[in-house]
């Protein structure tokens, strides 16, 4: 198949205009062309981009769309989630997901970081719609647990592995809910696999990190969890406090960041100079009603992708939804830069760059329109939409 658009970013070169694209019949890249398109080309009006990478996201909570409230912060959102999480029927769970894929599928999403706590999500994943990783989640905050916790997470992780064509690494939750052991135990697995963290998200994590109170706190008292061994240091943040400890860790992404700062971030990316930071502002607009700093990463050195997190904590799963988001908020930020991050950034850290990420010759990372855009000078707007081509 031969396609003809408006304007082509191919991401790994500059943006290509009235140029063309010919696939074979599985949607592998024959040529990328600057040329007349020749008169058998399917021509179409927008911008031609590579498929979108989500490194972030949550599919085994898609049956809790609409059931937490928004702007009740983090402790109340991880309350009222874990209230509701096990109270629905296993086939709503089910159809569940796989309407967010099918949304996924839609919005021109054609691989995918998915966060895992247990197996509900493998039967999806094996229907290979779309590409995953799954990020097999720990957390416990009792150090004599971690050695158990750690066996049963090598066995979930095993079991996404044997799905085809996927991958799968086992990965911290949040500073504010893992034991020192635990995160030593994950730090020694040293493989090399991708590994994400929720990082400097709420005020509520900082509050606990620091100091040992909060509303986390609270919470944990009202649980029952014994925190008396977390480690807690004031002057420290967050990320400050977590790095070190992951230092095994070369492929290393810290998911949200709403409280970072430039001074932590040049602070992480010398310890760590292949660190990756992940965005997710709906969600973080849905929980706390803040956002980052979009500017802090508007630089070709810092490593950024997106995320769509779950639809319990957000209304689509849509990387242009997100996209859109931080355009309102940072229009200074250039087109080019929002689409590396959600494109070509993604793949490189979830180590899929081979096929995804851009277009070039020899890969198949499908083909994804943007309809009701100016080509000129390319603005993102609120009737933008994806097509998805192959």
Not at 47 to 76: A, D, K, Y
Not at 137 to 163: D, M, R, Y
Not at 238 to 261: A, G, K, R, S, W
Request: glycine share 4%; proline share 6%.
């Amino acid at each position: 198949m031969i396609y003809s658009a408006s304007l082509i970013c191919p991401i790994s070169i500059p943006p290509i205009v009235n140029g063309w694209i010919e696939t074979d019949s599985e949607g592998t890249i024959i040529s990328v062309n600057d040329s007349p398109a020749p008169d058998n080309a399917i021509m179409l009006q927008g911008i031609l981009i590579p498929g979108f990478v989500n490194t972030h996201c949550h599919l085994e909570l898609s049956h809790l769309r609409g059931r937490i409230s928004e702007n009740t912060g983090m402790t109340e959102f991880i309350r009222t989630l874990l209230a509701q999480r096990f109270t629905i029927p296993m086939e709503e769970q089910f159809a569940a997901m796989q309407y967010a894929e099918d949304e996924m599928l839609k919005n021109g999403i054609v691989a995918v970081g998915d966060i895992s706590n247990f197996d509900s999500s493998l039967q999806i994943k094996n229907n290979n719609r779309l590409y995953y990783h799954t990020f097999v989640e720990v957390l416990g905050l009792n150090p004599e647990h971690a050695e158990n916790i750690i066996e049963k997470a090598i066995t979930l992780k095993e079991q996404f592995s044997a799905v085809a064509n996927h991958t799968s690494s086992i990965v911290p939750h949040a500073p504010y809910s893992v034991s020192t052991p635990l995160l030593e135990l994950i730090n020694s697995l040293g493989t090399g696999d991708p590994v994400s963290m929720h990082m400097e998200e709420s005020e509520d994590e900082d509050q606990f990190c620091r100091k040992k109170n909060g509303p986390l706190a609270a919470f944990y008292q009202e649980m029952g969890i014994n925190f008396e061994s977390f480690p807690a240091e004031e002057d420290k943040s967050p990320i400050e406090q977590i790095l070190p400890e992951l230092d095994q860790c070369d492929q290393l992404m810290m998911v949200h960041n709403t409280l970072l700062t430039s001074e932590e971030m040049q602070w992480a990316e010398n310890k760590n100079q292949n660190l990756t930071w992940c965005l997710c502002p709906s969600a973080n607009q849905y929980i706390t009603n803040t956002l980052p700093d979009f500017y802090l990463f508007n630089s070709t050195t810092h490593k950024v992708t997106i995320g769509t997190d779950s639809l319990a904590s957000n209304h689509h799963l849509s990387i242009l939804d997100e996209l859109y988001l931080i355009q309102q908020t940072a229009p200074m930020i250039p087109f080019e830069n929002l689409l590396r991050w959600a494109t070509i950034n993604g793949a490189v850290f979830l180590k899929i760059d081979h096929q995804f990420g851009s277009l070039e010759i020899g890969k198949k990372p499908g083909l994804v329109l943007l309809e009701n855009i100016e080509t000129d000078n390319p603005v993102i707007r609120n009737d933008t939409s994806v097509r998805k081509i192959n």
